[in-house]
Structure formats: structure tokens, C-alpha cells
């Protein structure tokens, strides 16, 4: 209950900073959420350049989860995007391109809410994410989307 009331204070109340300076992060104020896991293909499944991607996005992923576990947010922000970017790989035409297109975009959410975690969305994960967009027409409206609806930064302290 206290929590809800600071941050019905801090959302309510007066600021003097300038109207184009970014918000300041929040300590302890972190959006309530939980990282996606990556979805895996059917056993015995067609080979193609899916596998080869996944490979390389599991390792990011494992790096990204691995750093959560420390509160170290941003650093696994820079993993998750690297783990949608890998994904970014695999060809249309390839028979598992939609599930490295939901790989992709899981990656790519998990990113934004890692950034936001670290405090740093609104400084440098917002322009890397839109950049991952433009590399790519594919995940470009699913990032789009997502970073309409984006979380406020706020800072989950190191351990």
C-alpha cells in the first residue's frame, strides 16, 4: 500500500525539471513483471538456419538470465537484444522463420523491460531497440508497439 502511495505522489506531483529532460529513475519503483523464455521447436523438426541462430540466442539468453539473477538489468538488456538480433538471421523462407520471429520479439521485449530495470531505457535502450526495428521490417512493428507502452525507467541497485 505505502509503495502505491509514493508512487501515486511521484506521478501526481510537481516537477522542476525541464519538459524535454528525461525522467529520472525511480529506485524500487520497477514495473512488476517476468522475462520470457524462448520457444523451442518441435522434436525432429526440418533443419535450417533456425538452429544454427537459436544456438547463439540461447547463449545470449543464458548471459541475459545470468545477469538478472546479479540486478545487473542493463547489462542483460544489451544479451536479450543481441538474442533477438540472432534471430533476425534466419531467412523468410526458412520453415522456422515464425518461431524465430517469436523468439525475436520475446527477446526484444525482455530487452526493453531489462532497460527500463537498469534505469537506462529512456538514455540508450530505447534508440538501440528503434535501430533493431530499422535493421529488420520484420520485428519493426512489434518494437514499435512495445515501446509505445513502455515502462518508465526506474533503477534496480546492483548486488
Not at 44 to 50: E, H, K, T
Not at 73 to 102: F, I, M, N, S
Request: hydrophobic content about 40%; some cysteine.
Amino acid at each position: 500500500m505505502r509503495l502505491v502511495v509514493l508512487a501515486m505522489v511521484a506521478a501526481c506531483g510537481g516537477s522542476s525539471k525541464p519538459a524535454n529532460a528525461p525522467p529520472k529513475p525511480v529506485p524500487g519503483l520497477c514495473v512488476g513483471f517476468s522475462y520470457g523464455e524462448l520457444f523451442e521447436p518441435k522434436a525432429g523438426g526440418p533443419v535450417s538456419a533456425f538452429q544454427a541462430a537459436d544456438q547463439l540466442a540461447k547463449q545470449d539468453h543464458a548471459q541475459a538470465t545470468a545477469a538478472v539473477e546479479h540486478d545487473r538489468h542493463a547489462e542483460a538488456a544489451g544479451h536479450w537484444l543481441a538474442c533477438g538480433k540472432r534471430y533476425q538471421t534466419v531467412p523468410d523462407g526458412d520453415p522456422l522463420r515464425a518461431l524465430a520471429q517469436q523468439n525475436a520479439e520475446m527477446c526484444f521485449s525482455n530487452a526493453m523491460y531489462a532497460y527500463a530495470s537498469g534505469g537506462v531505457l529512456a538514455s540508450e535502450g530505447r534508440a538501440k531497440l528503434e535501430q533493431a526495428g530499422d535493421e529488420d521490417r520484420r520485428v519493426a512493428p512489434r518494437i514499435r508497439a512495445l515501446l509505445a507502452k513502455a515502462p518508465r525507467d526506474c533503477a534496480i541497485p546492483p548486488r
